[in-house]
């Protein structure tokens, strides 16, 4: 039992991971590519962000940093997802557990952090969400690495 839960609560976070990068890939649609619904304000911002040029040879603007962060963000979140999900599926009960408890403390620092400096919900709410799964796992599996199932 001890190992269901190992597994499942690292399969929990993934889905958080996954979930949030397909939420991510749309709100970067949404907001950046198909651009016609934008009202004045939102157009006003991404013409001063398109005329700031960081990288002349290459053309590279503000409004392009920017797109690529948001669509980096959702490739990011699509590859920790799969990685998580292949790591409860394949890896050895023995290995999981140390991975739950640093990933859970990694996902948990890092949500206080984000919430203090940077109070985006989104992104706040993933990782409290997935460090949640990650607690669960490292918690409720803690028999499965000594063999207990």
Do not use: N
Not at 37 to 50: H, I, S
Not at 56 to 84: D, E, K, Q, V
Not at 123 to 140: C, D, E, K, P, Q
């Amino acid at each position: 039992m001890a190992e269901q839960h190992l597994r499942g609560g690292i399969r929990f976070a993934a889905g958080v991971f996954l979930i949030s990068a397909g939420m991510q890939a749309m709100a970067h649609y949404q907001f950046y590519v198909a651009g016609a619904g934008l009202d004045e304000r939102r157009r006003a911002v991404m013409e001063a962000m398109q005329s700031y040029v960081l990288v002349p040879r290459l053309g590279t603007t503000l409004w392009t940093l920017h797109c690529m962060f948001s669509l980096s963000f959702a490739i990011l979140l699509i590859l920790t997802g799969t990685a998580y999900w292949w790591m409860a599926k394949d890896m050895p009960a023995q290995k999981l557990r140390p991975l739950a408890t640093a990933s859970a403390g990694l996902c948990l620092a890092a949500c206080l952090l984000v919430a203090a400096v940077y109070p985006v919900v989104q992104t706040v709410l993933i990782l409290l969400f997935a460090g949640l799964g990650f607690v669960w796992s490292a918690w409720r599996g803690r028999g499965a690495a000594a063999g207990r199932r």
